[in-house]
């Protein structure tokens, strides 16, 4: 029998369509994806938002891009000079023959200090302000996206190499296995996490790479139960039985069959543990715990604000926000998966 | 029932042990050891010179003091030995016993997380109960974006913005933002001293409490929305009782399972809130006791405070088993 044409692209006709349907129809969830795309969109792309030199730079026929150079000036040209009076991205400069600037959209880098400059509100060229060292918050802001994502990636990754591979070889193999990994997982969610983070940082010292991994380390219990459960239930079911009489090999059922069927659970609580990691990385740079000083972090530009807080509102209430709406959005995506994953949607 | 809790007490041992464990071995890999920042210490107050020889010696004799010079499992050995009968040691930092300044600290936090926790529960279950009866409805779906916005809210954010906007400054000034009373409130008389203390306390049981306000709320409402698609809640409703008795009788009653055996979790869970908290309002309680205990490398107390909430955490979790026995004669504890 033949499939009408017409049958096709109509209905979402596999797992992942369908809930990338279900998905589609949460305003919320989809907002919130929006949102974690367009900052990591200002992860990848923060020089180009924020830096004290043009972009992109045309004179006498000849283009030039200052911000590879990182020359501080070209010819007569000085950036700094030509920033100060200029609120605006494209910039026609008529002095030295003229020339055309196109400035990024802060003209400030994250770490370049103006004492003269420090601690001023908002205002036209510091748009949500300066720090203590009179550098640009906006600018911090931005880089500050770097550090939060790439540590809620990296540290999700981790988390779900251990989970996944400790929750497989439990479910699937049971016996002593089964109950050295469940026992680990019991005493892993019985330690006070926030605190154990806190001393190993204090050991082992502070530094992103560190922050990464062992908020990774501490953090695969939730996926590794779920992993569990599912190949504990997967391992019943007939297909598995037949590879293994075909003679399949533990590795193969394991990484071919049974963990693409045990993805869906997995996948929303990573989703749900980069918004917990995001969270736990401000609080570290917070408590002093972070990145080292230079780097801009949300939670430590929040962390220079406890000093100030009789009237620098703008160094509490932006990093805040961007912390806010950083896990809101993850958080918004993973509920939204969850419960387009939710079978009972899918009679 | 007696055997299944004297089993679970017996497992205890073993987990407790992994805990300590655990934390053991990742704080003994500090570089800078307890000894030689004491010693540093003692530079700083200008009682030693800084002569080599001096300096070796006094890191030899502090180890000695602290069983530092053993080796890893022997201390390890020494230490559980120690804590079967109950002593946790003394403080590297002013020598005196350990569980005498967790004594000290814990009734505080105790009272600020369990005055959250009781907050927790008189406000998450009636929103939650008024969201599941009133599903779809604008006041719903309010609340359910303002808990779910809470509920992401991180909670030194709160403290700061709390602090920075009602506690004087450039702001409002209404509230107090350092410690749990004020200056001379041992004169003061019994009433006085209570208003100041509660004063006190408003801003940090806030941000202690809106956290598991929104994250129990949402549990409520998702708990009766479960419940109330039951047959036998139709069945009460088609029998003619009154809408107050199904919803508080017949499906609330049963809704209510997770939300008290998630009240034994809640508890420790909210130490971790302490630490940041209690830094931030200055509050002396078991959290900054603890970040302390980690800026100084303070083991025996980093130890102690780890084993007990670790052992708390396990109570708790015996506890909400039990609770689930009693509560749903269905469930069978084997």
């Not at chain 1, 070889?169 to 996490?193: K, N």
């Not at chain 1, 949300?298 to 220079?304: M, N």
């Not at chain 2, 497992?11 to 010693?39: C, E, R, S, W, Y």
């Amino acid at each position: 029998m033949e499939i009408p044409s017409e049958v096709k692209g109509e209905a979402p006709n596999t797992y992942w369509k369908m809930v990338g349907h279900h998905f589609r129809k949460k305003k919320l969830a989809v907002l919130g994806l929006w949102v974690t795309l367009v900052m990591i969109g200002v992860a990848v792309l923060a020089p180009l938002l924020a830096n004290d030199r043009p972009v992109f730079f045309y004179q006498g026929g000849k283009a030039s891009f200052p911000l590879l150079s990182g020359a501080d000036r070209l010819g007569p040209f000085i950036w700094k000079e030509l920033r100060k009076d200029n609120p605006f991205i494209l910039q026609h400069i008529r002095a030295h023959g003229g020339a055309i600037a196109l400035w990024p959209l802060v003209k400030y880098s994250p770490d370049e200090y103006n004492l003269l400059d420090y601690l001023t509100g908002p205002n036209a060229r510091h748009w949500l302000g300066t720090d203590d060292n009179g550098r640009d918050v906006l600018a911090r802001m931005i880089y500050g996206a770097r550090i939060s994502l790439s540590v809620g990636f990296v540290a999700v990754g981790i988390a779900l190499l251990v989970g996944i591979l400790l929750g497989a070889v439990a479910g699937y193999f049971g016996g002593w296995i089964d109950i050295a990994v469940s026992r680990l997982i019991e005493i892993m969610l019985t330690i006070p996490t926030f605190f154990l983070i806190i001393a190993i940082i204090a050991v082992k010292g502070a530094g992103i790479y560190n922050i990464m991994v062992v908020i990774g380390l501490t953090g695969w219990m939730g996926i590794a139960r779920f992993v569990r459960a599912e190949f504990l239930k997967l391992k019943q079911l007939d297909f598995i039985t037949a590879l293994r009489a075909l003679g399949a090999s533990h590795k193969r059922i394991i990484f071919l069959h049974m963990l693409p069927n045990a993805m869906a659970p997995v996948l929303v609580s990573a989703v749900f543990g980069i918004a917990g990691a995001i969270l736990t990385e401000s609080s570290l740079s917070f408590l002093g715990f972070g990145v080292q000083p230079p780097t801009p972090s949300w939670g430590d530009i929040l962390s220079q604000s406890r000093d100030y807080i009789d009237f620098a509102w703008w160094l509490t209430v932006f990093p805040g926000l961007a912390i806010f709406a950083s896990i809101t959005a993850y958080n918004l995506v993973g509920e939204g998966l969850r419960d387009a994953m939710d079978p009972k949607l899918f009679r | 029932m007696q055997a299944y809790i004297l089993k679970r007490l017996l497992q205890i041992i073993p987990t407790l042990l992994g805990i300590t464990l655990i934390t053991f071995v990742i704080i003994q890999m500090a570089p800078g050891n307890p000894a030689v920042l004491k010693l540093q210490m003692l530079k700083g107050q200008g009682t030693l010179g800084a002569r080599g020889a001096t300096s070796a010696q006094i890191i030899k004799q502090t180890e000695a003091l602290y069983g530092l010079d053993k080796p890893l499992y022997v201390q390890y050995y020494r230490w559980v030995k120690r804590v079967f009968t109950l002593n946790f040691g003394d403080s590297y930092t002013d020598h005196r016993k350990v569980l005498d300044k967790i004594a000290e600290r814990l009734p505080i936090t105790l009272e600020l997380n369990l005055i959250s926790i009781f907050l927790v529960y008189l406000i998450a279950i009636p929103c939650g109960i008024y969201s599941s009866t009133h599903e779809g409805a604008w006041a719903d779906k309010a609340l359910t974006l303002g808990f779910f916005i809470l509920y992401s809210l991180p909670n030194f954010w709160v403290a700061m913005l709390l602090i920075m906007f009602l506690g004087g400054g450039s702001f409002w000034d209404i509230f107090p933002v350092y410690g749990i009373s004020s200056i001379g409130s041992q004169t003061m008389g019994v009433l006085p001293w209570l208003l100041d203390r509660l004063w006190h306390m408003v801003l940090p049981v806030v941000c202690l409490t809106y956290g598991g306000l929104a994250y129990l709320s949402r549990l409520t409402r998702a708990s009766m929305l479960e419940v109330i698609r039951e047959d036998y809640v139709r069945t009460a409703r088609a029998k003619g009782l009154s809408e107050r008795v199904v919803i508080f009788k017949h499906a609330f009653r049963n809704a209510l399972l997770p939300l008290v055996t998630i009240m034994a979790l809640l508890l420790p869970s909210m130490f971790g809130g302490s630490v940041i908290i209690e830094s931030i309002f200055s509050i002396p309680g078991m959290g900054q006791l603890g970040f302390q205990a980690l800026l100084g490398r303070d083991f025996p107390v980093i130890m102690a405070i780890t084993t007990i909430s670790g052992f708390l955490t396990l109570i708790g979790l015996l506890i909400s088993d039990i609770l689930y026995a009693v509560l749903d004669p269905r469930i069978k504890l084997e």
